[in-house]
């Protein structure tokens, strides 16, 4: 049982930052990997960036690699993804994705790896 809240999208313009958030609940022993994802207009769902639980381990597209920090912050239960220079091609629904793991350093990439998901924010940058 794992629930999924994503929060902070909005309206931007190119070269703005943006942090969104995913709050997460679930029974205290489950540990979750984790991942952003997004999906804009006629395209399929892309992977965005993964962290594991211990928070150690990170992956990124490359779309974003280098301008994005994913983290997370287990005493408020909350996953982050900061995006800065934004651009017309970030525009796109986020969801924050989640599974179950053993291990702490473990993490995941493709969207049949997460079997829970969120409802999605929207991100749209002017330019």
């Known amino acids: 049982q794992v629930q999924l809240v994503e929060s902070g999208g909005g309206l931007v313009q190119a070269g703005d930052s943006l942090r969104l958030s995913c709050t997460h609940s679930g029974h205290t022993p489950d540990t979750y990997a984790m991942g952003w994802f997004r999906q804009a207009p006629g395209k399929e769902r892309e992977f965005v960036a993964a962290?594991?639980?211990?928070?150690?381990?990170?992956y990124y597209a490359d779309s974003v690699k280098g301008r994005s920090i994913i983290s997370r912050e287990h005493t408020k239960n909350t996953m982050y993804l900061q995006m800065n220079a934004l651009s017309p091609e970030d525009t796109a629904v986020y969801y924050c994705?989640?599974?179950?793991?053993?291990?702490?350093?473990?993490?995941?990439?493709?969207?049949?790896?997460?079997?829970?998901w969120g409802q999605g924010t929207q991100v749209i940058v002017s330019s």
């Open positions: 962290i594991s639980w211990s928070g150690t381990s990170t």
């Open positions: 994705a989640a599974r179950i793991v053993r291990r702490e350093t473990t993490y995941y990439f493709a969207t049949d790896d997460y079997p829970y």
